[in-house]
């Protein structure tokens, strides 16, 4: 089965290259970026600013090479695609949470972004902790895992 996906707007940071780009925005709160939808969608971004943070879906238009199970920037061991966040996946489909920072028509200004320059956005959901958040949720293979590790391979 194939699926048609539009896209609404484009994400814009100041992240030019894979390298540049934090793997996580949280870990760059300074990290500011544009998201703009178009003009025929601006009417569905009603009410928005009532969110501190949203989530962007985007494709990964420069992901690279998929592979089913892989290395990650994490971790040196391979891991499936599907139980880590690599960009290099079947559907390349991208999930970021950042900080609505203000909304001005259009226009969506945020921060805590880590997605590369010019890339192309699909939906936006609000960030809900009374939903979003499980308490009873484990960090996986991820959980032992120091997080000063410099990331050497953004494929």
Request: glycine share 6%; proline share 8%.
């Amino acid at each position: 089965m194939k699926f048609e996906i539009t896209q609404i707007g484009t994400i814009y940071s100041p992240y030019i290259t894979k390298e540049e780009c934090p793997i996580q925005g949280v870990t760059k709160p300074d990290g500011k970026g544009k998201i703009e939808i178009f003009p025929e969608y601006e009417e569905a971004l009603e009410t928005i600013e009532t969110f501190s943070h949203i989530m962007l879906f985007y494709i990964f238009d420069r992901a690279g090479e998929i592979k089913l199970s892989r290395s990650t920037f994490l971790d040196d061991s391979p891991h499936g695609v599907f139980a880590s966040r690599h960009p290099c996946r079947p559907n390349g489909i991208g999930i970021s949470i950042v900080r609505l920072e203000r909304k001005n028509k259009n226009i969506l200004e945020v921060s805590e972004i880590d997605i590369l320059d010019n890339t192309p956005l699909i939906d936006i959901k609000p960030y809900i902790p009374k939903f979003d958040i499980r308490d009873n949720a484990n960090n996986g293979w991820v959980e032992p895992i120091k997080f000063h590790k410099k990331p050497e391979n953004r494929e």
